[in-house]
């Protein structure tokens, strides 16, 4: 007896290795303790949100006997919530961002799916460059549209744009981006996104509809070095920006993220009355009363991106210890080397038996490689060192 439909017993089997990494975690832990194990396979934010969040639940515990106080509201957001989101949005794109060209949703992952439910047709394709957010192919088959994915660079995981202008079709409606990128902490040039936008803008001419170009951006606020995030806003007119506050203020849990749909996009109403409409009947309705308030209160603070920069370091000279090859991550929280003998699958496996927890590169349609998430302690990475080394030693 079968309960599931095919497809979803076919992602059940796919989506297996970043749950595969967990349910191993689990059990070493339970075998060895929590202490001896150093688990590098969730990208789940660890720092606690900042003390803003805790200060404004407490304020808003005090309305909370009131009428409506969760009721429904606008399936966009809350008006006051949407004009505080444009002025922080406008900072950080360096473009003006107004409120009305924004649609809150649940999360980054929510707002993706509403774009694309929005603007997805039944075999419409959507370009990404792999390594890829694993979740973005279930995403695009949600909406009846296939995710074409074109390999990045080896190594730096820069964009291949011959790569990605050859791998557009009639049938592409999105080219979907990610920068700071998971898995790999890629942040693309402006250079590069330059280059993006005039393929696309050439293969606009005579389209009736043009390529959208999508950024997957959770991780904006974190770059490291002073690298330059370059907004699409002003590189792209077709395009639109999905984020959250995820890892920004560590409220994954919370579901709270928006679309911002690009205020120089000709016939930009139409796109943002369609993510309003479908953030509504993909059964999300609207993001969630709470979180949005709480959002209204804190919007501006973050977490603490040094204390993420200084596990990057950490854990750099560990693996420049052990000799791994690797580019160093210019943002978000993932190093991305290069699996020794080159088989990942097999090399995870390698780690596993020294305690150390990384996903296979072959999870995020990458193989060759292994993702290592450094939202986990200090303490955690440093002590990660010797099964580092021991792992990279069966293969020298
Ligand atoms: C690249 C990327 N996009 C989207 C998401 C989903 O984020 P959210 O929790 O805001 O839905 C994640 C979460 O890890 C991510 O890494």
């Known amino acids: 007896m079968q309960l599931i439909s095919d497809q979803i017993a076919g992602y059940v089997e796919r989506s297996s290795w970043i749950r595969k990494m967990f349910e191993e975690g689990i059990a070493l832990k339970k075998q060895f303790g929590e202490d001896a194990v150093c688990d590098f396979s969730l990208g789940n934010p660890d720092l606690p949100p900042p003390a803003s969040v805790k200060d404004a639940l407490l304020e808003l515990a005090e309305d909370a006997d009131k009428p409506f106080f969760m009721g429904y509201m606008p399936n966009f957001g809350y008006p006051d919530v949407r004009e505080k989101l444009a002025a922080v949005v406008s900072k950080e794109q360096g473009v003006s961002v107004p409120a009305d060209c924004l649609v809150i949703t649940c999360g980054a992952a929510g707002a993706l799916n509403s774009v694309f439910r929005a603007t997805l047709g039944p075999g419409d394709e959507v370009i990404t460059p792999t390594p890829f957010f694993v979740e973005y192919g279930f995403y695009c088959e949600n909406h009846g549209a296939k995710l074409v994915p074109v390999p990045a660079r080896e190594l730096t995981f820069e964009l291949d744009l011959d790569a990605m202008d050859k791998a557009i079709t009639d049938k592409t409606r999105v080219v ?37 170009l999508l950024a997957d951006e959770p991780y904006r606020f974190l770059a490291f070095d002073g690298v330059e995030v370059p907004s699409l806003l002003d590189i792209y007119d077709y395009s639109v920006v999905c984020s959250s506050f995820s890892k920004n203020l560590s409220m994954a849990g919370e579901r709270i993220g928006y679309a911002c749909i690009n205020p120089a996009m000709p016939g930009k109403e139409a796109l943002i009355g369609g993510v309003t409409l479908t953030n509504r009947i993909l059964g999300f309705v609207n993001a969630p009363a709470l979180a949005q308030k709480l959002l209204g209160k804190v919007l501006g603070s973050t977490v603490d991106a040094s204390v993420y920069d200084a596990r990057r370091k950490a854990m750099a000279s560990i693996l420049d210890n052990a000799g791994y090859e690797y580019t160093m991550p210019r943002g978000a929280f993932y190093f991305f080397p290069k699996a020794p003998g080159g088989d990942d699958v097999k090399f995870c496996a390698s780690l596993t038996e020294e305690k150390v927890l990384a996903v296979p590169g072959t999870g995020f349609g990458r193989p060759g490689y292994f993702r290592l998430a450094f939202c986990v302690s200090e303490d955690v990475i440093l002590r990660a060192k010797d099964g580092m080394a021991a792992a990279m030693a069966k293969y020298k």
Request: net charge neutral; glycine share 8%.
């Open 176 to 212: 979907l981006i990610n920068s700071p990128n998971n898995p790999t902490g890629a942040v693309y040039s402006r250079e590069q996104l330059e280059g993006l936008a005039a393929i696309l803008e050439k293969h606009n001419q005579g389209r009736e509809r043009p390529i959208i």
